[in-house]
């Protein structure tokens, strides 16, 4: 009789892993985000010196690394399922670092924007660590887990225009993108040295079909109107951003500090979801992932329209934090009941489509509260942004009605 070795311990894997995820989608956050607070001066650097076309070709090269990640993570979504996700994190991470450092290379704005679609193209960290913990994790632990990596993209958010703006000070923009490329280089080295995919993963990939992924999905309808909610959520999510400047700017009734001011409400806002994201997947995984899902959705919606009529800085603040607290409750608890209705060889795929979603909600949510400012006010935007968390409201609480057997087989 042969001796059949132990299977590893996957409570030590996943948690490891959660670490290297957390760690990496960081790091290369860090690396998408650095270039708000310096990317018009790398364009004038670059040679554009008239003001339009410098607004004109920062717009076009900060959303080309979004478009170019939209149309892809369906793909790599994909090819994780086919061949494992621990190679789709080693392919983004190394790619992204060699992208990231070719930006500081760039000698005019035409390449500048076709490296930052490379960006886009070869990236997909953030996003495959997230089908990966979603993939990994038992059941009972996932909205937890998928809240503390959503903690860490954040932070990183947090972290990128800082230090974007420190690394342009000291060393110069070129320079900040060499840098940039170098620590997402570690990331990459984090993840091939120390990422570990489960083995139950890679026997399931090498069994299923090219042709199985979506085929095998036994709930189509409920992953729909999920992945149409995760569109919705992140559409109002984004949306007020780029008004909080000028609506701070119109609660203090100057010009003076509002950089600094508005700053200050990002970054709370920020703070508030990175707090609550572990606390609230926790809290999902003991009480419904829909449960609270409903109940973040009730909370933000509130927050937004008080956000409306509040005149006051400081309560205005206090509620942008408390709004960053309601929404560190929307993303894991979405992706968490997704994963509950897909099978593993699955995962990739529909976890892309999500991501593809959200990317087109957090497109599109800026340009339209933009022009719905411009002419209404930045007040509407708030009251605009609570109708359609209302309306994600809605939506959940008919996924949670009408497909509640769905959920409850998976839980079986």
């Not at 994190?89 to 930052?116: E, F, K, N, W």
């Not at 509407?380 to 009605?401: D, K, M, P």
Request: proline share 4%; hydrophobic share 55%; glycine share 10%.
């Amino acid at each position: 009789m042969t001796n059949t070795p132990l299977p590893p311990d996957t409570s030590l894997i996943w948690r490891r892993n959660l670490l290297v995820c957390a760690l990496g989608s960081f790091t290369t956050i860090i690396g998408m985000t650095l270039i708000l607070p310096i990317l018009p001066l790398y364009v004038r650097d670059l040679g554009v010196d008239d003001r339009a076309a410098v607004t004109l070709w920062s717009g076009l090269a900060y959303a080309a690394t979004f478009l170019t990640a939209a149309l892809t993570a369906p793909l790599w979504g994909y090819l994780g399922d086919r061949f494992g996700r621990k190679p789709m994190l080693i392919r983004a991470s190394l790619g992204m670092a060699i992208a990231m450092s070719l930006i500081g290379l760039a000698q005019d704005v035409t390449q500048l924007v076709l490296l930052r679609l490379l960006v886009g193209l070869l990236g997909g960290y953030a996003s495959g660590s997230t089908i990966l913990v979603a993939a990994q994790a038992p059941k009972d632990r996932s909205a937890w887990a998928l809240g503390t990596l959503s903690s860490a993209i954040m932070a990183g958010t947090i972290a990128g225009p800082l230090i974007g703006g420190t690394l342009a000070q000291t060393i110069g923009v070129q320079g900040a993108f060499l840098a940039t490329g170098g620590l997402i280089f570690l990331a990459f080295l984090g993840t091939t040295l120390f990422l570990k995919e489960a083995p139950r993963l890679a026997r399931e990939t090498k069994m299923s079909k090219p042709s199985s992924s979506w085929a095998a999905v036994p709930y189509k309808l409920p992953v729909i109107a999920l992945l149409s909610l995760s569109t919705l959520l992140m559409f109002a999510t984004i949306s007020v951003e780029p008004i909080i400047a000028e609506h701070v700017r119109f609660l203090t009734g100057s010009t003076d500090d509002t950089a600094l001011y508005a700053a200050v409400v990002f970054s709370i806002t920020a703070f508030g979801t990175i707090l609550s994201s572990p606390n609230l997947g926790k809290l999902a995984d003991r009480m419904g992932h829909m449960q609270v899902l409903t109940l973040s959705l009730v909370a933000a919606t509130l927050f937004l329209a008080a956000q409306a009529v509040v005149d006051d800085l400081i309560a205005f603040a206090i509620l942008r934090f408390l709004t960053g607290i309601a929404l560190g409750g929307i993303t894991p608890t979405v992706v968490a009941t997704i994963r509950r209705l897909l099978p593993d060889t699955s995962v990739g795929l529909v976890l892309g489509y999500n991501v593809s979603a959200q990317y087109i909600g957090q497109v599109a949510g800026p340009v339209l509260a933009g022009w719905l400012g411009g002419i209404a006010g930045t007040h509407s935007v708030f009251i605009a942004t609570a109708i359609i968390t209302a309306v994600g409201l809605i939506t959940a609480t008919a996924i949670r009605r009408h497909f509640r057997h769905h959920l409850a087989a998976w839980e079986a």
